[in-house]
């Protein structure tokens, strides 16, 4: 695996990639909702947690490695799901996938990527998860079930947290649409990114690959949310929930838990896990960080069932500090798309590394062996 030199944090990668992408595709990436309050709120507070070192130890060196769900990772980390990635850079979610598959990290594939369930199966070996967006038909539900199941899909990630679509100016503004929408404006960004245009020439337009045998012909996909209303009911309720414990005979994750209620009634209902979620701030302008719901949730629950995190997480020391706050595991959405971004497919093996490395180095200055021991390091807040 090799890191360039030139790009060595997701700050580096962010903004070369932001020159690479245009803005019209970009923006979907790397936006919230309203006027992004939340989505800066996430990373913001989470560096507000502090980390004691112990010096005067033996020391035997850092160990990554990390079991969930019965599987061994390399690291504490994984590829959340984020829908549409092949409009923000052509391949991205296979880059991804194998990058996840080759440094032994879990990949969650949305249900609105844009590569299939089973093409993101084969190229993980079938240790990928699966994000179920609720449909509004339970036979749609059911049969992307069963696909799931079929392609040896371990892990079932039951999103919580979007019963509406997030209110985001920027896409309002710039149409998003799939295929692009062919407004003067974005052709006029296309050619100012001749990488990006080219490289979605060669590989086809991107298209919900999961969901393209059901959806309805003449369906209006001129806007991405009328074609999620269209298909998904995503307000879920303990009857739905209990309909997929009932169905799906692996593991079950609920994502987008931020409060004790709801995690009760998860647990209730047959969870396995939940990860501690507020959608990359995208979906409650004036919802709080998920560093702030995750101590009390991990203390109550992290017992009787593996509460896991992601949101405004970009970079190792962000990943201990979730850790030490609770966290079994941690996920990002946009830091390993920046990368892709930035990088095209080669960004995939850089950022693994690139993570790797960093969280290595804040362990061994802390003095920590193993990432289960991080929460022995929580400095008392002042
Ligand atoms: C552009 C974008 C698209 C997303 N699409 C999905 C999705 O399809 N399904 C889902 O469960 N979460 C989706 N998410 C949320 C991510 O899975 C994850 O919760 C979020 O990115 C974490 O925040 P971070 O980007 O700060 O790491 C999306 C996030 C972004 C930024």
């Known amino acids: 695996m090799s890191l360039d030199p030139n790009l060595p944090s997701i700050e580096h990668l962010r903004e070369r990639g932001r020159k690479r992408v245009p803005p019209f595709a970009f923006e979907y990436l790397d936006n919230g909702c309203h006027s992004n309050l939340n989505m800066r709120r996430n990373t913001e507070e989470l560096r507000e947690v502090r980390l004691e070192p112990r010096y005067v130890l033996d020391y035997g060196g850092a160990d990554l490695e990390t079991e969930l769900f019965g599987e061994t990772y390399a690291a504490p980390f994984g590829v959340a799901p984020i829908g549409l990635q092949g409009l923000v850079w052509p391949g991205a979610c296979e880059f991804l996938a194998e990058a996840a598959h080759a440094a032994r990290v879990p990949f969650i594939l949305s249900t609105v990527g844009t590569a299939s369930i089973e093409r993101v199966s084969e190229i993980t070996e079938g240790k990928a998860w699966f994000q179920l967006y609720h449909p509004t038909e339970d036979e749609l539900r059911d049969k992307i079930l069963d696909r799931a199941a079929a392609a040896g899909v371990p892990v079932l990630v039951l999103l919580a947290d979007t019963p509406t679509f997030g209110y985001r100016p920027k896409e309002i503004r710039n149409g998003l649409a799939i ?204």
Not at 219 to 234: C, E, R, V, Y
Not at 260 to 268: F, M
Not at 276 to 289: A, D, I, K, P, Y
Not at 294 to 303: I, K, Q, S, T, V
């Open 179 to 382: 295929p692009p929408r062919m407004s003067l404006r974005n052709i006029a960004q296309m050619v100012m990114h001749p990488t990006w245009s080219f490289s979605q020439l060669a590989r086809g337009k991107p298209e919900f690959a999961t969901l393209a045998p059901y959806i309805p012909k003449g369906l209006d996909m001129s806007h991405l949310g009328q074609f999620m209303n269209a298909t998904f009911s995503g307000r879920l309720s303990s009857d739905r929930i209990a309909a997929i414990r009932d169905r799906w005979k692996g593991k079950l994750v609920v994502k987008g838990i931020v409060n004790p209620e709801d995690a009760a009634r998860v647990l209730e209902l047959g969870a396995d896990g939940i990860i501690v979620s507020n959608h990359g701030g995208r979906q409650l302008e004036v919802g709080t960080s998920t560093i702030q719901a995750l101590p009390a949730l991990a203390a109550e629950f992290g017992d009787r069932m593996e509460v896991l995190f992601d949101s405004g997480v970009r970079g190792g020391p962000d990943v201990a500090c979730a850790l030490a706050s609770g966290a079994r595991f941690t996920f990002m959405g946009r830091s390993f798309m920046y990368a892709i971004c930035a990088m095209g497919a080669r960004g995939g093996p850089h950022v693994m590394t690139m993570l790797m490395r960093q969280l290595t180095q804040v362990m061994e200055q802390l003095g920590c062996e193993r990432v289960q021991d991080l929460p022995r390091h929580l400095a008392p807040r002042r």
